[in-house]
């Protein structure tokens, strides 16, 4: 069906309003009509109604047309329906006056049909143009935007596969467990859902790079990486590599959870008191994501065992987090630990 469009007449003598509508009715508008300004501004203030053109007589009681276009152009809702005066007021001030105040037209009394006809088709027709317009622009702006979404989540959907696929790959040359890589990932991300300067999407990254931590221990000698007993200084020279071996390896990358996991893969063995590596940070010049995993790493090695090591009681290694509060650990990391303590337990229990 189509639109018929909508018109306001508004002029304080009925007979005025019946000729114009006679004329239009020609082109099959449909009407509305005031005979004060206060009556046309509360019609168009109206939620339920819709106008696509006022035609606005000047001469009026009370408010006349030019504060009527004031008040209509200021109200953010209506502003854009064009106003034509149809007004015997033609002098050049009044007509300079109801351009400046908006007005898209002016129509000397009297009139001819073909003139009224000609004009109001013209303003309608641009109108109903321009919010057509302005339809089409919000459509392919929401369309635009709802494409770079999906193909935003569709790269971190890519990014988390790859992730999985590496942390596989990773077990395979290692003998710490999948169970271990979901165990640092929770709780390195209930770590920092309770920390007052992160953030949602913090935590989402962090559950998602923390398992790359150790990401880098595939370029470690496997006769090294297996070894049961100390390594020698040597060996543990080697060992310490697979920090920045990761770090060279991923830090290319502009995907935000690849490059928090270069981050934390460089970062996970630095200490608070500077006496970590591979770069001896030291406090806040660890970054937040490194500090983190750290402490996550720690509890759950001591929690579980090794080819090296049996696993420590639960209460022991809790106790080995609070000794090293603000020497190897963020002292606020670990207070956030000690405040959820019975959560961390339950996540260091998944077997």
Request: with cysteine; net charge negative.
């Amino acid at each position: 069906m189509d639109y018929t469009a909508h018109i306001l007449i508004i002029d304080d003598l009925v007979d005025n309003i019946q000729v114009a509508m006679n004329i239009l009715r020609e082109d099959s508008y449909n009407f509305s009509f005031a005979t004060q300004g206060n009556e046309a501004l509360s019609l168009l203030e109206d939620p339920n109604k819709h106008f696509d053109l006022i035609l606005l007589d000047i001469m009026m009681p009370g408010i006349d047309g030019f504060e009527v276009c004031k008040r209509i152009k200021e109200n953010p809702r209506i502003h854009d329906i064009p106003v034509i005066f149809l007004t015997a007021k033609v002098d050049v001030d009044s007509i300079s006056k109801g351009f400046a105040l908006g007005a898209v037209d002016y129509i000397a009394k009297p009139f001819s049909s073909a003139e009224l006809l000609a004009r109001v088709q013209t303003h309608v027709q641009l109108y109903q143009a321009r919010k057509l317009l302005q339809h089409n622009n919000i459509y392919l702006k929401n369309k635009v935007e709802y494409e770079q979404v999906r193909l935003l989540t569709e790269l971190e959907d890519n990014q988390k596969e790859m992730i999985f696929l590496l942390t596989e790959l990773m077990e395979f040359t290692s003998d710490e467990t999948g169970k271990h890589v979901r165990r640092i990932s929770e709780t390195s991300a209930l770590l920092a859902h309770y920390h007052p300067s992160l953030h949602d999407e913090d935590v989402e990254i962090i559950r998602y790079a923390s398992p790359m931590h150790d990401i880098g221990k595939m370029t470690v000698p496997t006769e090294i990486l297996h070894k049961h007993g100390r390594y020698s200084e040597d060996e543990f020279n080697k060992m310490k590599l697979h920090t920045t071996n990761a770090y060279n390896m991923l830090c290319r990358s502009e995907r935000k959870f690849i490059k928090a996991a270069a981050i934390i893969a460089h970062e996970h063995h630095e200490k608070w008191n500077g006496k970590g590596y591979p770069q001896q940070l030291k406090g806040g010049n660890i970054h937040i994501y490194g500090r983190i995993v750290a402490l996550a790493d720690v509890f759950d090695a001591l929690t579980h065992s090794r080819c090296y090591k049996p696993a420590w009681h639960i209460n022991d290694a809790a106790q080995y987090i609070v000794d090293h509060r603000a020497t190897q650990f963020d002292p606020e990391l670990v207070d956030i630990f000690v405040d959820h303590l019975d959560e961390f337990k339950a996540i260091a229990q998944l077997t």
